[in-house]
């Protein structure tokens, strides 16, 4: 199986950074893609950013010029470069990624435990 482990969360002011990261452990799997999404209060979870194997960033409109996501070499590793925090952006963060399972010839979807970020002065 695959385990997510998100960190970098936190409380920032408008304007700020932060930078948020999800490393993808197990055996016998490789990534075909991985994103980010994120849910506000009593707003439906939405993606804000994606990248497959081998192909381009996807980016949601609203954050499209401020945030940047990026994998490592093994493509285990996602980050998301967040610049020019905005209020609107206040949300609890999740990590998720398409994994193919090599013994099961299957991709399977995970989900990391979530980070909170704040953007308030």
């Known amino acids: 199986q695959v385990q997510l482990v998100e960190s970098g969360g936190g409380l920032v002011q408008p304007g700020g950074s932060l930078r948020l990261s999800c490393a993808a452990s197990g055996r016998d799997f490789s990534i075909n893609a991985m994103g980010w999404y994120r849910q506000a209060p009593g707003k439906e979870r939405e993606l804000v950013a994606t990248?497959?194997?081998?192909?381009?960033?996807n980016y949601a409109h609203s954050v499209k010029g401020r945030f940047t996501i990026s994998t490592d070499n093994a493509d285990t590793t996602v980050n998301l470069q967040m610049n020019s925090l905005k209020p609107e952006d206040t949300a609890v963060y999740y990590c998720n990624v398409e994994a193919y399972l090599i013994y099961l010839s299957a991709a399977k979807t995970y989900w990391g435990q979530g980070t909170q970020v704040t953007v308030s002065s």
């Open positions: 990248k497959s194997r081998g192909g381009t960033a």
